[in-house]
């Protein structure tokens, strides 16, 4: 039986499992209609990886880079179908139309579209490009298209020099842009930023103001203000723009996008988080800086997983951002804080320490006691944070630690200015008042007056609410908070 068995197997076949072209083209369609383009991309390149010559292939693929705003590449795929692998697929004209409408090359989308009609006059698409057709007649005469090609070589050549950091060029190529375009709001947008990151900020702002005066409510004008006001440490402006932006619920992509970059620059990452989340939900593909600002957002909002997904697709674009991760910034600004003179920190990097380390690793810690500053206050929270079984602790201090997860659980990472304030509070009055028992009241009153002072629009109302707390007792301790902050 053995040696029968032994002969068998000698004598079987192996059958290599390589899938078809096929296979993966009806996946890709399974999941192009479930409505994963990010699947159906990957599905549908390895098929004309596969089969290079079948043309359906190519023409699905091409369907998907256009629907994923890939305008370029899809491009290229329907030209190589039109010409190499099926010149009767007469339907690649339309979406040729429709792509380079969108890239704003006015001339080849007319092209295209005629051609489509030449070709098909009782098409599918008929009446689609038949609009679009009138679309372009009436928003642009002939000499109109030769601009507008124009000046997309113009700003993609003020882009390139921007990001070379070339500032002095790009203005040069930005003023004559302006000057031929009065209305072509993008180039007054980046030839502010040309100046500021020259060191010009009032001629950068004074050309935002000339913006939003001749176009109000340009969004990239906007958030490019609240850009210049953190730059300039003007906490009020920047506290002030970004509550009237938290109200904006722009429609289209790139707006969503600046919008989320904007709000996680200048650190409120909840509001970035919101749009860069949706973002990314959406299967949208971004460049490097859409990932890196989705990771930040993300691990300062507690999603960590995420944010770690995103931070690859950071290194995979962009190498050389390798240590720059959120979490190695977050480790520098603790050891910053434990190493500073300020008592507020030096709590809130101990406070942090015990909330990111486990048991053990906080024992590891244990040697931090022997070297942090002498003050009396930091060296009974270190005991208590790192000796919680050796000493009994006094009600203060467990008090401060109580009130500081009720913020903790209640916020989000990046509000750390608001943490530090609870500490300044209490280290300041310690020394009269020896109780802080009532956790809720002193978290509530510190958020309220911190939020305050930043400029937003909270009411001791809903901060009660937040709290479960009543507003008079809100009111009682804010009064308290107001003294000792």
């Known amino acids: 039986m053995g040696k029968q068995l032994k002969r068998k197997r000698s004598a079987a076949k192996v059958i290599p499992f390589v899938q078809s072209g096929e296979y993966y083209f009806k996946k890709g369609l399974i999941a192009y209609k479930r409505g994963d383009l990010a699947r159906a991309k990957k599905y549908l390149e390895r098929a ?22 890939e305008y370029q590449a899809s491009n290229q795929l329907f030209l190589t179908v039109v010409h190499e692998l099926d010149p009767e697929m007469s339907e690649c004209f339309y979406f040729l139309a429709h792509n380079y409408a969108h890239l704003g090359l006015f001339r080849e989308a007319m092209n295209h579209a005629q051609t489509y009609l030449e070709r098909e006059p009782d098409g599918e698409f008929l009446e689609e490009i038949e609009d679009l057709i009138e679309l372009l007649s009436i928003e642009y005469e002939d000499d ?3 601009s507008q090609e124009d000046l997309i070589v113009k700003q993609e050549k003020a882009r390139s020099l921007l990001e070379k950091g070339d500032f002095p060029a790009a203005i040069e190529v930005l003023e ?8 072509f709001w993008s180039a007054y947008n980046n030839l502010a930023l040309a100046y500021f990151y020259m060191g010009n900020a009032e001629k950068a702002q004074s050309i935002i103001n000339e913006v939003l005066e001749k176009n109000p409510g ?3 004008a906007l958030c490019n203000r609240l850009v210049f006001f953190h730059y300039l440490q003007d906490e009020a402006e920047v506290a002030r723009l970004t509550e009237e932006l938290a109200c904006v619920h722009p429609f289209l992509i790139d707006q969503r996008y600046k919008l989320g970059a904007t709000f996680a620059l200048v650190g409120r990452f909840d509001l970035a988080f919101k749009w860069l989340h949706h973002l990314y939900k959406m299967r949208f593909h971004g460049d490097f800086l859409f990932y890196y600002w989705l990771a930040y957002s993300a691990y300062y909002t507690g999603h960590a997983r995420l944010a770690k997904t995103a931070w690859e697709k950071v290194i995979d674009l962009s190498p050389d951002k390798k240590g720059q991760e959120p979490w190695g910034v977050f480790e520098e600004k603790i050891k910053r804080w434990m190493n500073g003179a300020n008592i507020a920190e030096v709590l809130y990097g101990l406070y942090v320490i015990s909330k990111s380390l486990n048991a053990d690793e906080v024992k590891a810690y244990i040697h931090v006691r022997e070297t942090m500053e002498q003050h009396w206050l930091v060296r009974e929270f270190i005991d208590y944070i790192l000796l919680p079984a050796q000493a009994v602790a006094p009600l203060y201090i467990v008090d401060a630690y109580a009130v500081m997860d009720e913020l903790w659980e209640k916020n989000v990472l990046a509000d750390e200015k608001m943490y530090i304030a609870w500490f300044h509070v209490f280290a300041n009055a310690v020394d009269v008042l ?12 510190i958020e309220y007056v911190w939020r305050r002072n930043q400029g937003e629009s909270v009411t001791q109302k809903g901060i009660g609410e937040k709290y479960s707390i009543s507003l008079s007792t809100v009111q009682k301790y804010v009064k308290q908070v107001r003294k000792w902050l």
Do not use: C, D, K
């Open 218 to 220: 340009n969004l990239h």
């Open 144 to 146: 109109e298209f030769i």
């Open 434 to 445: 020896r109780n802080f028992s009532n956790y809720q009241a002193w978290a509530a009153a």
């Open 176 to 183: 004559a842009m302006v000057a031929e375009y009065p209305e």
């Open 48 to 69: 004309v990886q596969l089969n290079g010559q079948e043309a359906m292939f190519a023409f699905q693929l091409a369907v998907v880079l256009t629907e994923l705003g």
